[in-house]
């Protein structure tokens, strides 16, 4: 599988993973989720004033949020041009990634992991807006977290607003935290 993935790192004063790291977490869920044509996805490493800029426009929700994935509708000639067919943009908020790593005790990287396999999930189409849903999302990341040697980042008690670490809500477009 052929996958094409674009990096814009603003995020200037934090930790943010390498090119190879993002290629094989993305392509991770990409075969995982059965993919198999030529994609693209496109990454941003944002800080906490833009997520919160993106999150009040696109949720009215005036905070910032670890990851957002907004799904592409770009047009053939687009896709062509390209030589894969662009499914979307996936913004990571480098600061709060940090944040929920060290307040859940997981390892950075791992962390980061989990979210750009969550958002490309999104990109293609996995949701977790009721319980169903969700349970067939979360086990499709478990697994493919524990290709990687990652922990379930589902395990733990649930924090002060009664969910597990790395629970997150839904929004349109697939939105996160």
Not at 62 to 81: D, I, K, Q, Y
Request: aromatic content about 6%; glycine content about 8%.
């Amino acid at each position: 599988m052929k996958v094409t993935i674009a990096i814009a790192d603003r995020a200037a004063n934090h930790w943010t993973p390498d090119r190879a790291q993002c290629r094989a977490w993305i392509e991770s869920a990409l075969a995982a989720a059965d993919s198999r044509e030529a994609l693209g996805v496109s990454l941003c490493f944002i800080e906490a004033e833009e997520s919160e800029r993106l999150n009040r426009r696109y949720r009215r929700q005036g905070r910032p949020t670890n990851v957002l994935a907004f799904p592409s509708a770009s047009s053939e000639p687009l896709r062509s041009s390209l030589g894969s067919n662009l499914i979307g943009d996936i913004a990571v908020c480098a600061e709060l990634a940090e944040q929920e790593a060290l307040a859940q005790g997981k390892e950075l990287a791992h962390h980061w992991a989990h979210l750009l396999i969550h958002g490309c999930l999104h990109l293609l189409g996995y949701d977790h807006v009721d319980e169903e849903e969700a349970e067939c999302m979360e086990a499709l990341e478990v697994g493919i977290l524990q290709g990687f040697g990652i922990p379930n980042p589902y395990l733990g008690a649930p924090t002060a607003h009664g969910r597990r670490p790395g629970w997150h809500r839904s929004g349109t477009p697939f939105l996160d935290r």
